[in-house]
């Protein structure tokens, strides 16, 4: 079956100690679209400026990604700039161009409109319902989000998550949301708010879901050198819901494949700058990292 | 098999921001001995002042803990006093009397020094040395540290990694130990100090062992509220080697389970202040958040 992503779409200039990327392409659409790609058909919904270059429309091409959804309006694309430092945990945003975003309206086309799986990848959340509102009749939606949302726009967040099936934030904002340290408290409140399975990232040491049938601790890839964790979350998401919808079917039943898959996923993007290294990858890839996880997880 | 455990056996005093728990029963081998002692017969290295109270001799006895290599000295028990913050990760020491602990020389009665399986739990190197120098073949050597030893005694603890099977540290002592950030490539850099087994403790994301067959992601057992991570870790390495020590034979084909044990047996460490709530546990309990971890990590 196929997949509905919604989100930024992006050019990123990345600074790390050691380089500088000007330009790559970014958003979370773009991480979460390139990701579920490798798994089920993707349509995408997001806008770019008129500057937006030809190859990364060939490289949307290149993974078969639906791009009917996406707007190319006169105007500049969104531009984000972010520096690390040299632990690789710590960024900081040194430049925020918005351009053709700071206007975007999300319209679907209507062949798009009964797709079963649907991403609302982070984006603000009166998009993200501006989305579902033209949806008809999901089989299962996901939403992400970020910091940004639970300062500036708490209450429609709030709202979404009675709309959503699923919700996935990282630890930090688990904590601003709920205001709970302890993440297995956090869990419980955030489902009080709402979405049925609800998904805990926490970098490097994976990821934790609270569902229906009790909590699965999802591992991480482990990784000796990590090039760019941008993109990371998206990917981890865009692999996740990439697989429910290839598979068809229970989503309970293949929740915790779909978790490992996007983590997965998530492990190449961040051997790489931007999607540098995501879009080198095969499946086989994905598959035998699949097994090597397996291999390190049972006992 | 029988385990034998060398470390600190102390009274911590212990300060929350809800609590104030004076002269508990503490020290590495303390919470060592109790956790090995669910699993295998544990035969304690240790000193204590004439100020010991007797209970805890008791609680021993209980736990069926040989105390024959327990030295009772004229002088004062070893006393640690620490505070911990809020979020239970961050604790100041407010005062350390070594008392006995200043001379303590370890003897091995003479039916102690065959025993199979032994822990050097965190000690100065210098007297995990002097232990081993008494112990004749033993099947099993396992060591933990702190950072306080990588500061005052690293060549003592750099000559003790060649003497070892397994080493057994958390994640900020093994980015001081090899001046390293990525936690896969400082066990690479520890497999040359010696190692066969390398072990890497991150709190509440569990651990990474890292043996001749790869990786092992360990999960730590999920807590909705942590009274205190006092002696966690010394209860995590004293699990695993009780478990090893009781289920005999290859420890390539045991210590991955060994390893889920001692993470169970730290849970309830975090449970209660001290020992108090580990030493309400029972091994039905242990085998049962066994049995969810396996729940919780399969896919």
């Known amino acids: 079956m196929s997949i509905l992503i919604v989100g930024s779409t992006a050019l990123d200039s990345i600074k790390t100690p050691t380089a500088e990327n000007p330009r790559l392409l970014g958003g979370s659409a773009s991480h979460a679209a390139v ?9 995408l919904i997001g806008v770019v400026g008129e500057d937006f270059p030809k190859k990364y429309l060939q490289l949307y091409g ?3 990604i639906d791009v009917a959804g996406l707007q190319i309006l006169p105007g500049k694309t969104f531009h984000w700039s972010g ?3 040299l632990n690789m945990n710590n960024r900081r945003t040194l430049l925020t161009e918005l351009g053709v975003f700071e206007t975007f309206t999300p319209v ?5 409109q009964a797709t079963p799986y649907v991403l609302l990848a982070n984006i603000a959340p009166a998009l993200q319902h501006h989305v579902l509102d033209q949806i ?5 939606v996901v939403a992400d989000t970020m910091d940004l949302w639970l300062n500036v726009a708490l209450n429609d967040l709030v709202k979404l ?3 959503i099936d699923g919700f996935v934030l990282n630890d930090s904002e688990a904590r601003q949301l709920t205001r709970e340290d302890n993440v297995f408290v956090a869990l419980q409140k955030i489902h009080k708010l709402g979405p049925k399975y609800v998904i805990i990232k ?10 229906p049938k009790g909590y699965f601790l999802c591992p991480a890839y482990p990784l000796r050198k990590v090039v760019d964790p941008t993109g990371a979350g998206d990917s981890f998401v865009g692999g996740l819901m990439g697989w429910l919808a290839a598979a068809g079917g229970s989503v309970e039943a293949n929740i915790r494949r779909a978790m490992i898959y996007g983590s997965v996923t998530a492990s190449f993007c961040c051997e790489g700058f931007g999607l540098t290294r995501t ?8 598959n035998r990292r699949v097994r090597e996880l397996e291999a390190m997880t049972k006992f």
């Open 202 to 211: 926490l970098g490097s040491h994976g990821s934790i879901l609270s569902g």
């Open 108 to 112: 679907l086309p209507p062949l798009h």
């Open 62 to 64: 290149r993974h078969k």
């Open 136 to 140: 008809k009749r999901p089989k299962f």
């Open 161 to 163: 998550l009675k709309r």
């Open 83 to 85: 520096e690390y430092e």
């Open 279 to 286: 879009t080198k990858t095969k499946r086989d890839d994905i």
């Open 35 to 43: 990701a579920a790609s490798f798994f089920a058909p993707v349509k």
